[in-house]
Nanobody
Framework: QVQLVESGGGLVQAGGSLRLSCASS????????MGWYRQAPGKQRELVALITSGGTTNYADSVKGRFTISRDNAKNTVYLQMNSLKPEDTAVYYCNVDYWQDAFRKKSSWGQGTQVTVSS
């Protein structure tokens, strides 16, 4: 089983920045796609950003140009740099990791979530 530990959330004023981290540990043969999702109160969980094992990135339109996803494969960690934050970015942010547990079994794991609150 793989454990994901998220950190970096908090309270920030509009226009400010935060950097989220998600460290993976456990039985990992190879990491595949890593991503960040968010869920605001009363809304469905939505994709924020994805990064493939090769470094290709994909972003939600609402965060393009403001957020940057990156990964450190040596540390099994994915990051989300969030700049120019807006009140509508307020949500619980979750990381998700797709990985190979061995040469045959592909699995997915979610972090516990970290709260990001942007005040106006």
């Amino acid at each position: 089983q793989v454990q994901l530990v998220e950190s970096g959330g908090g309270l920030v004023q509009a226009g400010g920045s935060l950097r989220l981290s998600c460290a993976s540990s456990g039985s990992i043969f190879r990491l595949n796609e890593m991503g960040w999702y968010r869920q605001a109160p009363g809304k469905q969980r939505e994709l924020v950003a994805l990064i493939t094992s090769g470094g290709t990135t994909n972003y939600a339109d609402s965060v393009k140009g403001r957020f940057t996803i990156s990964r450190d494969n040596a540390k099994n960690t994915v990051y989300l740099q969030m700049n120019s934050l807006k009140p509508e970015d307020t949500a619980v942010y979750y990381c998700n990791v797709d990985y190979w547990q061995d040469a045959f079994r592909k699995k997915s794991s979610w972090g516990q979530g970290t709260q990001v609150t942007v005040s106006s």
